[in-house]
């Protein structure tokens, strides 16, 4: 806690406000009231993140998360709707001014993983899921995401008299994805049952081992990848083991297959335009050494950074699981479910020009608007094609830290440095009063 507390001491330092008279006393702008504020609450945030760590719940099983998070809002005294897209919880804080709507977003689940670092708050709970028993565990850091913005909620309620317009608060479930059979979920069924009814833009952030504290990085357009699940079932002849020609093999169309499709990235795709990944993670069939089966399946991924791309890459794999399929004398059939996988997180360009100076103001050094593009995917790109967005990645490892202290997001032992969240606070803080007041107030 020796950071944390220096750096609670360094937002206490910040400048006098300008005073509006030579002898009268001081008159802090609203930017420099919530930097005041963020001090103030960041041991509230701290012990917020660590309830919701020690007591994790999977997705579209937020209820007690939910319950904890909606009483903290209807305690500032906001507007609260729960139960919205299945469990998730909605605060509307309306500022004494006239002006904008803006939202800001925590996603609330944890994973299916089995807490394995050794802390006073760690999860001890279990649960049953997909017929397995495990332990459950925020491994993504979704804890720290909703600590973030319950500390902000907190910040911004004791400004609302200065504030110009309106702050949705967007506490979403399911980030993770829904369980089977529960789609759509989470973003998806949040915009559908009007979360984001009136807000002009959206800010997001999300706590990363892959960045040290003190470091915030976005970028304009794609930021993470679509995700569709793929699905292909080649279906042959069964036939005994001896005599394959007796019979079409699916096995070996199935190998054809899934080294055609690792040539459609390598061979058919212009990644001088955006990367993109084509992984099958699970193939099954056949029950003997000395029988063909009559069909083999296969699951995967597809992943993507350009819309266009991510359309192409559907019609090339559904052509080659087909073609090379059709060349053996068996069939393939095709499925990719993009109506259930996650659009690309695309940054609005315009908005993160309009918000840089914010950034700069509250990062410094630590600002990075021009990151590199990961292949893995976030739901916020629903609320992003919905109004326009920014999303940000929060650095949480110890600088100088090794990637063994600090293994990457969904590790059994991934861990964060509460030392960053002061700087989670006072982002997502600072995004809503900054666009709120307007570009020229924006840059303060």
């Not at 052509?319 to 259930?340: C, L, N």
Request: aromatic residues 4%; contains cysteine; proline residues 7%.
């Amino acid at each position: 806690m020796t950071k944390l507390l220096a750096a609670l001491a360094a937002l206490a330092l910040l400048p006098a406000p300008a005073r509006a008279q030579a002898d009268g006393p001081p008159r802090p702008d609203l930017a420099e009231r919530v930097d005041a504020l963020v001090a103030d609450v960041v041991p509230d945030v701290v012990a917020y993140r660590r309830h919701i760590h020690e007591n994790p719940e999977l997705s579209n099983r937020e209820t007690e998360t939910a319950a904890y998070v909606a009483e903290h809002l209807t305690g500032l005294g906001m507007e609260v709707r729960t139960g919205v897209a299945r469990t998730g919880v909605v605060g509307v804080l309306t500022g004494g001014k006239p002006g904008p709507t803006v939202a800001l977003r925590a996603d609330m689940d944890a994973l299916p993983v089995t807490e394995r670092v050794d802390l006073p708050f760690a999860s001890t709970v279990t649960t049953i899921y997909n017929g397995m028993e495990v332990g459950v565990m925020h491994a993504c850091g979704h804890d720290a995401h909703v600590g973030i913005l319950m500390g902000v909620a907190e910040v911004l309620a004791a400004v609302r008299d200065e504030l110009p317009g309106t702050v949705v608060f967007l506490f979403q479930p399911a980030e993770e994805g829904a369980p089977a059979g529960e789609a759509p979920a989470g973003a998806e069924l949040m915009v559908a049952e009007g979360a984001l009814s009136g807000a002009e833009a959206v800010f997001g952030l999300h706590v990363t081992s892959a960045h040290e504290v003190g470091q915030l990085k976005t970028r304009p357009g794609g930021m993470m990848a679509s995700a569709d699940n793929l699905e292909i079932v080649v279906h042959g002849k069964q036939t005994h083991g001896a005599y394959p020609w007796g019979g079409v093999d699916p096995v070996a169309t199935s190998a054809l297959v899934v080294t055609g499709l690792q040539t459609i990235v390598s061979r058919q795709m212009d990644l001088t335009k955006a990367p993109a990944v084509v992984t099958i993670g699970r193939i099954d069939g056949g029950v003997r050494s000395n029988i063909i089966p009559d069909s083999v399946a296969m699951i995967g991924t597809i992943r993507a950074l350009d819309d266009g791309m991510r359309a192409e890459l559907h019609d090339r794999i559904r052509r080659t699981a087909t073609d090379i399929a059709s060349s053996q004398g068996a069939t393939a059939t095709v499925t990719i479910a993009d109506e259930y996988g996650y659009p690309v997180t695309a940054n609005n360009a315009a908005l993160l020009d309009r918000m840089a100076p914010t950034l700069q103001r509250v990062a410094g050094d630590g600002l990075d608007t021009g990151v590199a593009p990961v292949l893995g995917a976030e739901d916020f790109s629903y609320f992003a094609n919905e109004v326009p967005g920014l999303f940000l990645w929060l650095g949480v490892r110890t600088p100088g830290a090794s990637d063994e202290l600090f293994p990457p997001n969904h590790s059994p032992l991934f861990r964060i440095d509460e030392d960053a969240l002061p700087l989670g606070v006072r982002t997502l803080a600072q995004l809503a009063v900054g666009y709120l007041e307007g570009d020229e107030s924006a840059g303060r």
